[in-house]
Nanobody, 123 residues
């Protein structure tokens, strides 16, 4: 099993930036991808970005061009850089360790979850 610890959430004004971090430990060899999901109040959890161990990425249309997912394999850490934040980006953001074998986000298979970190975009 993979253990995930997230950090970096907070309150930011519209148009601002935040960077989320997710440190992985445990059976990392058993996965080939990591993703960032978010869940706003009253809405379903949605996958917003994913990255494979090889560095392939994809994004939800709602964040494309504003969010960037990267990874540092030496540190077993994945990052989500969020720029030009909007109030509709407000949600709890969850890191996930899973499996992903095509370019389509719909094919991402989720595994272990982090504890979640709150991101609030408000003036």
């Amino acid at each position: 099993q993979v253990q995930l610890v997230e950090s970096g959430g907070g309150l930011v004004q519209p148009g601002g930036s935040l960077r989320l971090s997710c440190a992985a430990s445990g059976s990392i060899f058993s996965i080939n991808a990591m993703g960032w999901y978010r869940q706003a109040p009253g809405k379903q959890r949605e996958l917003v970005a994913a990255i494979t161990t090889g560095g392939s990425t994809n994004y939800a249309d709602s964040v494309k061009g504003r969010f960037t997912i990267t990874r540092d394999n030496a540190k077993d850490t994945v990052y989500l850089q969020m720029n030009s934040l909007k109030p509709e980006d407000t949600a709890v953001y969850y890191c996930n360790a899973g499996w992903w074998y095509s370019s389509s986000l719909e094919s991402y298979a989720f595994g272990s979850w982090g504890q979640g970190t709150q991101v609030t975009v408000s003036s």
